[in-house]
Structures are given as C-alpha cells and as structure tokens.
Nanobody, 125 residues
Framework: QLQLVESGGGLVQPGGSLRLSCAAS????????LGWFRQAPGKEREGVSC????????NYADSVKGRFTISRDNANNTVYLQMNSLKPEDTAVYYC??????????????????WGRGTQVTVSS
C-alpha cells in the first residue's frame, strides 16, 4: 500500500519539544520533495516547512523559523520535523506530503502525489 504515515504528535507544554516523523511505505521518498503542513481548527491549512530531494535546500514559514527543523533520511524512507520552543499557536494537526517538485515550496497544491493522514500536536499547560 502506497502511503505516508505520521507519528510523534502529542500533548506538550509551552516551551517544550516534539519530533514528528513521516514514514513512507510502498514507494521511495528520495525521488520527492517533501513538506510539512498543519491545520488548526477553523483555520486554513498552512505550509510549515519543506525540503528538497537531496536535503540541501529547506524552507520554513516565518512563524516557525528558528524553532523548527526539517530533515530527511532517504535510507530509512523517512522525513522528520523537530519542533522546539513550542507555543500554543502551534497546536494543529500536522501532515506530511510528497510531491515531484522540482521546487521546495510551502504551497500545498504543489504536493499532488501523497499526503499522510496527520498527527495531532497540542501545546498547552
């Protein structure tokens, strides 16, 4: 079955950290540009970060720059999102997505190939 599966979400206090993982099955991630997106209740989906096929180029939303880090492990067919200094406004369902690119973009419409089902991140005291 061709799919992306996110994990690592949960409840964390403000200032805490979480590491999200997104594993691919049935296909090889190294041929895809990868992105992380999030959607909070009542809000539009927002692009959080993306990474090029080689991992040499990344991009971040202004709201997460300096706090989040995207990385990929093509050998293990997985992409990660390290989230530090979490804020209540980071609360959302986080999705990973794969697209053929070629650009690393925060525009969700560019990721036409695969989307995961999401993992909930809640930042609250």
């Amino acid at each position: 079955q061709l799919q992306l599966v996110e994990s690592g979400g949960g409840l964390v206090q403000p200032g805490g950290s979480l590491r999200l993982s997104c594993a691919a099955s049935g296909f090889t991630l190294e041929y895809y540009v990868l992105g992380w997106f999030r959607q909070a209740p009542g809000k539009e989906r927002e692009g959080v970060s993306c990474i090029s096929r080689s991992g040499g180029s990344t991009n971040y939303a202004d709201s997460v720059k300096g706090r989040f880090t995207i990385s990929r492990d093509n050998a293990n067919n997985t992409v990660y999102l390290q989230m530090n200094s979490l804020k209540p406004e980071d609360t959302a369902v986080y999705y990973c997505a794969a697209g053929r690119g070629p650009l690393c973009t925060l525009y969700g419409g560019s990721y036409r190939d695969y989307w995961g089902r999401g993992t909930q991140v809640t930042v609250s005291s």
